[in-house]
């Protein structure tokens, strides 16, 4: 057997039962996650009842974009969608994103609901720490009330606040009670290697200049209060 050839078998060798997933269909799918929260940022920075929102977002220590929480009609059904997590770090910058997701048979859409979009922004140490374990549910060990809404909108005291705007026929939505848990198979496939929250937020041990958009989204939204 020539040297080439062994050469060759011994990367066969060494790449059997390494994951792959730069092609994987959850790479995609998280590239596609970003670029709708993205869009879902832009949408909340334009929207003139959210001026709460706008004001104090640069006081947040983290957000949660979720853009389709979808419910079946007239409160049955269940409900949930997928959304990504960004955290402010030590530099006053915004962390890359990890992902999530948020269900329950219970999110109280209110009269006829499908879509809304979501932003849960997380106002304290707590919430934050809640976000790193790999599952949790708002209301419970970490308190969550719906983010004030419109000109004059007062203060809200809870570890997050919880903004929503409708593409379906109906108005309001309650989180409370919704549990929220971590896509380990979407971070590992955006970022190459198997990761934790606490690698992309703390030690900031991985990157991916896809989310650079959604990051100068987010700046860009704190800056234009």
């Known amino acids: ?60 220590k983290g957000l949660l974009i979720i853009p389709a929480l979808i419910k079946g009609a007239f409160i049955l059904g269940g409900s949930g969608g997928s959304g990504v997590l960004l955290a402010k770090t030590g530099d006053n910058e915004w962390s890359y994103p990890a992902f999530y997701t948020m269900g329950s048979g219970s999110i109280g859409f209110q009269w006829g609901g499908e879509v809304s979009e979501i932003i849960l922004m997380v106002m304290t140490q707590n919430g934050m720490d809640s976000l790193l374990t790999s599952s949790f549910k708002l209301g419970a060990d970490t308190s969550v009330a719906a983010g004030p809404v419109g000109i004059g909108a007062k203060a809200q005291t809870a570890d997050i606040l919880a903004f929503s705007r409708t593409k379906g026929v109906f108005a309001g ?32 041990t991985v990157s991916n200049p896809h989310a650079d958009e959604l990051r100068s989204s987010i700046t860009a939204m704190v800056q234009q209060k």
């Open 1 to 60: 057997m020539n040297k080439t050839v062994l050469v060759l078998l011994g990367l066969v060798i060494s790449t059997i039962g390494q994951p792959v997933f730069a092609d994987s269909n959850d790479a995609i799918k998280a590239r596609e996650l970003v670029e709708k929260a993205n869009l879902s940022v832009k949408n909340f920075a334009a929207d003139s009842s959210l001026s709460y929102l706008h004001e104090h977002v640069g006081e947040a």
């Open 173 to 204: 939505i309650s989180v409370e009670g919704a549990v929220i848990k971590v896509r380990p198979q979407y971070n590992s496939a955006y970022y190459g290697r198997e990761v934790r929250p606490s690698d992309i937020f703390i030690t900031r």
